[in-house]
């Protein structure tokens, strides 16, 4: 199949570009976040294109005074992977690596406006993640993450957030993870399922932080690190040894603070103290939602709204596993006076991890 895609320069592969390798679970992913300078609002967007299944989708999600709002819109991609329009919603590139806006144009959900990202320093790109459940390659992903600042007006229950001043990050990330309806034939014999997830992407005025780690059942890292960006001549500085404390919430497996200890390669220690408030539930944005979830075929052209109530989350259930923390942060660097800032603590745990205490597939902390 050709597409317009096919007459720039761009092929990685003799094939066209509307194929992608032979694993049917190949996706193309943006995902932005912006928050309020006080933590008083919080914007979500992810948008997916799963070429070998042929759908496009997004979700737009907006947390304001106890309540989240999510779009959710959906379509055939007719072999078009550089049309990046979904009902209402519209992403642009207007200056790649750097500059990407969105609009949503007035529909029934009640969820519309015109954004702009603008990266505050180049993307960093994050060792490639690979992990197999047997003999079965579940992700084979690369990601490129970014801090930046935003422009523009999003309105959802009746309110409009003027998004000036705004901080946020975003990410692009490709390759084989699981997407659309679960693979009918497990891997033999069985594994028991085991993700555990951090992601701390923060801002200061000075600096923007990114951490991550995906551990095993024993606590070992197979994917983790961690970078400072100074902006002002946007300078990268790999963490050594990074390490996250975490002290969670009874009765779940969202923590409520934590401290990320590390050395700069000169060898200067460096800590980060998180305060996390409410939490920002990722199935607002298709994340392992049970109807919307990424790639899964909703028909052609369908566009839904659904409300979270967060007093109502019970965090308890699977389904709220994922989340992201809304986050306080104080930046240590050496002997230098803390310094303020705020982000995401994104967080998904499911099954063992010994340094948590977690022993079964969804134990709680006590």
């Not at 015109?114 to 390659?137: C, D, K, N, V, Y």
């Not at 199935?283 to 109807?291: I, Q, S, T």
């Not at 990424?294 to 979270?308: K, N, R």
């Amino acid at each position: 199949m050709l597409s317009r895609a096919d007459d720039y320069p761009i092929h990685q592969t003799p094939e066209p570009i509307a194929v992608a390798g032979t694993d049917r679970n190949f996706y193309d992913r943006y995902f932005f976040s912006a928050q309020a300078p006080d933590g008083s609002a919080v914007v979500g967007v992810a948008l997916g294109v799963y070429p070998h299944l042929n759908i496009i989708d997004c979700a737009v999600s907006v947390l304001h005074a106890g309540q989240q709002h999510s779009l959710f819109a959906s379509r055939i991609l007719h072999g078009e992977r550089m049309e990046l329009s979904i009902g209402p919603v519209t992403l642009t590139v207007l200056e790649p690596l750097q500059r990407l806006s969105l609009s949503i144009a007035p529909n029934d959900t009640g969820i519309h406006g015109a954004l702009t990202f603008e990266g505050r320093a180049a993307p960093i790109l994050e060792p490639r993640f690979i992990r197999r459940s047997g003999t079965r390659t579940l992700m084979d992903v690369t990601r490129m993450t970014q801090g930046g600042h935003w422009q523009g007006r999003i309105s959802a229950a009746g309110v409009t957030h003027d998004l000036d001043g705004w901080r946020g990050t975003r990410d692009r990330s490709w390759g084989v993870r699981p997407i659309g309806a679960s693979e009918p034939q497990a891997v033999q014999p069985p594994v028991p399922p085991q993700f555990f997830w951090l992601w701390t992407p923060t801002a200061f005025d000075d600096w923007h932080l990114f951490f991550h780690s995906n551990d095993d059942e024993h606590g070992r890292p197979w994917n983790r690190a961690g970078v400072l960006v100074r902006l002002k001549d946007g300078a990268e500085f790999a963490l050594e040894d990074p390490r996250m404390a975490l002290a969670f919430r009874p009765g779940s497996r969202h923590a409520g603070a934590a401290r990320l200890e590390a050395r700069l390669p000169d060898g200067t220690p460096v800590s980060v103290d998180f305060t996390l408030r409410d939490n920002f539930m990722m199935r607002g944005l298709g994340y392992a939602h049970p109807v919307r979830g990424h790639g899964m075929f909703q028909g052609d052209g369908v566009v839904a709204h659904e409300v979270i109530e967060l007093a109502d989350v019970d965090p308890a259930s699977p389904m709220n596993a994922h989340v992201q923390g809304l986050a306080e942060a104080r930046l240590v660097i050496g002997k230098a006076a803390p310094v303020p800032g705020r982000g995401l603590f994104e967080q998904l745990m499911i099954g063992p991890h010994a340094p948590s205490g977690f022993r079964e597939l969804f134990d709680l902390a006590g």
